[in-house]
């Protein structure tokens, strides 16, 4: 009889997991938020590839500061508010989105996993979030719209040779991408210490210390040498990098950074794009008034991810001084340390249209390829709607300066 009741009391407490062989698969179902990514992608990456993705300029502090002054703001929650359903839903640039959230652009994303944006921009057409394909991808800008149904932009780096810009941005228009999204934080490249203490490059050069990498990191090794070469796939066919020598290409593209560039060009976008444009890495209020007095239809607010110059200012601590400039001359991106859906919650606000994230995608990619991007992006989409409901906002209007208090240190 005390068996018995035993074997009941078991029956009725006890669910057995149901069991799974793929060991991606068990890790991506107990991950519980993006940091748990990142560790995935930690461990299956090698070394130098995580630091490329991982990793900022110089010592790192803005990098840091790009998540962390978030947790300067709580949050203020009303209750009894009726949170049944909740919107999440925001107008960006024309189109109405599910939630304000843009995937930013990442260069060299194949490096990664094969798929590359391939995977990515999928997973966010899934969502119905913009897909921002970098001039520098390593898949084209065809490629990318024949597999992405979803909202797309086009982000430009402005180089030297402005006959290749311009064709870059007619294919965009000519395959569907709805807007451009120009960086103006390049006009030489950031010193990203972890890339020169790794000796790691772009194609990766292979010595002894990557084939160690290989052997401890074999799903990422097989992936990457069972897969077609990756290529920067939008400049392939210059100056005798016709694809088939990715280390020409890498020194085609530095070369091309253009340091000439200046509020002038603006007017020549213009004249060949007849869409929306985004300026990303805006960091001044004074260049935030410029933007929206040229008629900029946003800026992103930016740092270009820590990546550039160190002690840039953090995007969040940019946003409300940047909505008190320019009011709403032109919408705001916070793009920068996105880690959590409530980061994304604490922005808005604070008076963002939305946010751009690139290293949180990232992460699953790194971690478990598309299903990870699904995965990273799922988070960030329940967080969202979990906290809004636990502040007591139901749609993104609810939220301003009021749903937050400054946190006071000391």
């Excluded at 340390?337 to 939305?354: C, E, S, W």
Aim: aromatic share 6%; charged share 25%; proline share 4%.
């Amino acid at each position: 009889m005390y068996a018995g009741g035993m074997l009941e009391n078991l029956r009725s407490t006890i669910r057995f997991r149901t069991p799974t062989l793929n060991r991606t698969k068990a890790q991506l179902d107990r991950a519980a938020n993006i940091e748990d990514l990142r560790t995935m992608a930690k461990k299956r990456l090698p070394e130098g590839v995580f630091d490329y993705i991982d990793g900022g300029a110089e010592d790192e502090q803005t990098l840091h500061n790009n998540s962390a002054r978030f947790s300067d703001y709580d949050f203020r929650p009303r209750v009894l508010k009726d949170v049944e359903q909740v919107d999440t839903s925001v107008s960006l640039i024309g189109r109405e989105l599910p939630l304000p959230l843009v995937m930013a652009p990442t260069g060299f994303t194949r490096i990664g996993n094969s798929e590359g944006e391939l995977a990515t921009s999928r997973a966010a057409a899934r969502l119905g979030i913009p897909y921002t394909l970098s001039s520098v991808g390593t898949r084209s800008i065809e490629e990318v719209a024949e597999v992405c149904d979803g909202p797309k932009w086009f982000q430009v780096y402005v180089w030297r040779d402005r006959g290749l810009v311009k064709e870059m941005v007619q294919r965009s228009a000519a395959s569907g991408y709805e807007a451009i999204c120009i960086t103006v934080d390049f006009a030489t490249l950031g010193r990203r210490e972890r890339d020169v203490r790794r000796g790691f490059t772009l194609p990766p050069k292979i010595g002894l210390d990557t084939i160690l990498d290989g052997v401890r990191n074999p799903a990422w090794t097989w992936d990457f040498v069972t897969s077609d070469p990756i290529l920067f796939a939008n400049v392939t066919g210059r100056n005798n990098a016709d694809g088939t020598n990715a280390i020409a290409l890498a020194d085609y593209v530095k070369e091309q950074l253009d340091p000439t560039l200046s509020w002038d060009d603006i007017a020549w976008f213009r004249s060949i794009w007849d869409g929306p444009i985004v300026i990303k890495g805006i960091q001044d209020i004074e260049d935030a008034k410029i933007a929206a007095d040229l008629g900029i239809e946003a800026i992103a607010l930016s740092n270009h991810g820590g990546r550039q110059l160190d002690a840039s200012p953090a995007p969040i601590d940019l946003v409300p001084e940047t909505v008190q400039a320019i009011g709403d001359q032109c919408e705001i991106i916070c793009d920068g340390g996105i880690r959590r859906g409530a980061d994304v919650v604490k922005a808005i606000a604070l008076g963002a249209t939305a946010c751009m994230t690139g290293r949180a995608y990232l992460y699953g990619l790194g971690a478990a390829g598309e299903a990870g991007v699904d995965k990273a992006l799922g988070f960030l989409n329940d967080e969202i709607v979990r906290t809004m409901a636990l502040i007591g906002a139901t749609q993104m209007s609810d939220l301003n300066t009021e749903s937050l208090r400054r946190r006071v240190s000391g």
